[in-house]
């Protein structure tokens, strides 16, 4: 089956710094991505759709300029959470569109908890 | 606005019994529905996708879509402790980016 990593999968930082998260697809190309974020016994929230070679789609409400999305290889994309703030602590996680049999179908990373102090 | 609409629960089973999830949406144009697993701290793992009227079985698991009511359903059968966790539907309309509901936790106590 198709599979996503991201790295890493802690992270506890001081406020005010940045934090880079990597998601991978290892067996398969994925032009597109998402990234969502999870407060604790809350549903995924889709923050941003990345697609490969241009600049990602941001939901409503999420600051494009805080967290940076880039999307440089049809195997990697990447999340920076600038200035991080206790409020930005929260489990981030990734997914790659791949195909399962004729149909495209979301495949989720392990996700990265972020810790900010 | 894209709705899907879960109950959040929890739904608490006994070991061996059948457990349902019901999972209802709003926009009739949706074409693709899918179901994931999520246990607690962890991402989700897709466990059924489905794309037309009817079940589909897959294990111990069956899905069950009914575009006209807008409603897809999952059902699992001998239901294990290791079943218990939230279960997310997620309904997608085309563009590749799907609606999740907020996920029902299920309970299959011993």
């Known amino acids: 089956g198709a599979v996503v990593s991201q790295h890493p999968s802690r992270v506890i930082c001081k406020s005010g710094t940045s934090v880079k998260i990597e998601c991978r697809s290892l067996?398969?190309?994925?032009?597109?991505m998402f990234w969502y974020r999870q407060f604790p016994k809350k549903s995924l929230m889709l923050m941003a759709t990345?697609?490969?070679?241009?600049?990602?789609?941001?939901e409503q409400g999420v600051e494009k300029d805080k967290f940076l999305i880039n999307h440089a290889s049809l195997t990697l994309s990447t999340l920076t959470v600038t200035s991080a703030h206790p409020e930005d602590s929260s489990f981030y996680i990734c997914?790659?569109?791949?195909?399962?049999?004729?149909?495209?179908?979301?495949?989720f990373g392990p996700g990265t908890r972020l810790t900010v102090l | 606005q894209k709705e899907v609409e879960q109950n959040s629960g929890p739904l608490s089973v006994p070991e061996g019994a059948i457990a349902s999830l019901n999972c209802t949406y709003s926009?009739?144009?949706?074409?693709?529905f899918f179901w994931y697993r999520q246990y607690s701290g962890k991402s989700p793992e897709l466990i059924m996708s489905?794309?037309?009227?009817g079940d589909k079985e897959d294990g111990r698991f069956t899905a069950q879509l009914n575009k006209a009511s807008q409603y897809v359903s999952l059902l699992i059968r001998d239901s294990q402790p290791s079943d218990s966790a939230t279960y997310l539907c997620?309904?997608?309309?085309?563009?590749?980016?799907?609606?999740f509901g907020r996920g029902t936790s299920l309970i299959v106590h011993p």
């Open positions: 997914s790659a569109l791949g195909t399962s049999g004729s149909a495209d179908t979301q495949y």
């Open positions: 067996d398969f190309q994925a032009t597109t």
């Open positions: 990345s697609n490969e070679g241009s600049k990602a789609t941001y």
């Open positions: 926009d009739r144009g949706s074409q693709s």
């Open positions: 489905i794309y037309s009227n």
């Open positions: 997620a309904v997608e309309g085309g563009s590749y980016i799907p609606t």
